[in-house]
């Protein structure tokens, strides 16, 4: 419904969780069986109930069986239209989500508000594009591509320890840093302005165009910093969906 807010902590859906306009999602240790779907909803956050937990495997708390599409996100704006000095700021609508296990898709489209990706486990792609908000996309690891085209707003692509497909970039034109990932596809950068930054990527395949040079000389798995896995491994997309409480 419009303009409803929705808080789920420990919750179990089997169906899809939609989302309209000017409505915001905030789920704790969730599992949905079917899609998270948001159209020009204020923000959508996914993360667990332990801020303090430090095992990726232990962090990760949350499942959605289907995909996770974010689209056309407002930019933040009080309701009597004036930003204030202090206090909120886009910001306070960012989406997020982190330590989930996405079977399907993670699609961004045309999002006016930042978002970050963290600690994730996805078994599909990551596809932003047309967003004007920043993105980070931090710490996942990912069996499909990371693919972010035609953005406006500033993207990091940082630390993803398991890149299974490739990493595209192609058109942005509000910066673009890969950094410290390992990646088994391909490094693809064409048509970026400015051209993108970063380096000491692990890429099995090829570096190509503009992303030549952001990787070490000699590929090796001890070059690649910023390992998300900690004391415990990736979890395989295969783990059991978690228990959420009741």
């Given at each position: 419904?419009?303009?409803?807010?929705?808080?789920?902590?420990?919750?179990?859906?089997?169906?899809?969780?939609?989302?309209?306009?000017?409505?915001?999602?905030?789920?704790?240790?969730?599992?949905?069986?079917g899609?998270?779907?948001?159209?020009?909803?204020?923000?959508?956050?996914?993360?667990?109930?332990?801020?303090?937990?430090?095992?990726?495997?232990?962090?990760?708390?949350?499942?959605?069986?289907?995909?996770?599409?974010?689209?056309?996100?407002?930019?933040?704006?009080?309701?009597?239209?004036?930003?204030?000095?202090?206090?909120?700021?886009?910001?306070?609508w960012?989406?997020?989500?982190?330590?989930?296990?996405?079977?399907?898709?993670i699609?961004?489209?045309e999002?006016?508000?930042?978002?970050?990706?963290?600690?994730?486990?996805?078994?599909?792609?990551?596809?932003?594009?047309?967003?004007?908000?920043?993105?980070?996309?931090?710490?996942?690891?990912?069996e499909?591509?990371?693919?972010?085209?035609?953005?406006?707003?500033?993207?990091?692509?940082?630390?993803?320890?398991?890149v299974?497909?490739?990493?595209?970039?192609?058109?942005?034109?509000?910066g673009?840093?890969?950094?410290?990932?390992?990646?088994y596809?391909?490094?693809?950068?064409?048509?970026?302005?400015?051209?993108?930054?970063?380096?000491?990527?692990w890429?099995?395949?090829?570096?190509?165009?503009?992303?030549?040079?952001?990787s070490?000389?000699?590929?090796?798995?001890?070059?690649?910093?910023?390992?998300?896995?900690?004391?415990?491994?990736?979890?395989s997309?295969?783990?059991?969906?978690?228990?959420?409480?009741?």
């Amino acid at each position: 419904e419009e303009g409803k807010d929705c808080t789920l902590t420990g919750t179990m859906v089997y169906g899809n969780v939609l989302l309209y306009k000017d409505s915001s999602l905030t789920a704790y240790d969730v599992y949905i069986e079917g899609n998270i779907e948001a159209y020009m909803a204020k923000y959508v956050r996914l993360s667990n109930s332990n801020a303090g937990c430090m095992d990726s495997a232990e962090c990760m708390t949350s499942k959605v069986v289907g995909d996770i599409k974010i689209e056309f996100a407002p930019e933040y704006m009080p309701e009597d239209g004036i930003m204030p000095d202090e206090g909120m700021t886009s910001n306070d609508w960012e989406s997020h989500v982190k330590y989930t296990m996405v079977d399907g898709n993670i699609q961004l489209y045309e999002n006016w508000n930042p978002i970050t990706l963290f600690g994730n486990y996805v078994t599909g792609d990551i596809q932003a594009s047309y967003n004007w908000g920043d993105l980070l996309i931090e710490m996942n690891a990912v069996e499909g591509n990371i693919q972010v085209e035609e953005t406006k707003g500033s993207n990091e692509i940082a630390q993803n320890y398991d890149v299974t497909g490739d990493v595209p970039a192609f058109y942005n034109w509000g910066g673009v840093t890969i950094e410290s990932n390992k990646i088994y596809g391909n490094l693809q950068c064409e048509g970026n302005n400015p051209m993108p930054y970063g380096g000491d990527n692990w890429v099995d395949g090829n570096k190509e165009d503009q992303c030549e040079y952001l990787s070490p000389e000699s590929d090796s798995d001890d070059q690649v910093s910023g390992s998300a896995t900690g004391s415990g491994a990736a979890p395989s997309s295969s783990a059991a969906a978690p228990a959420p409480s009741a």
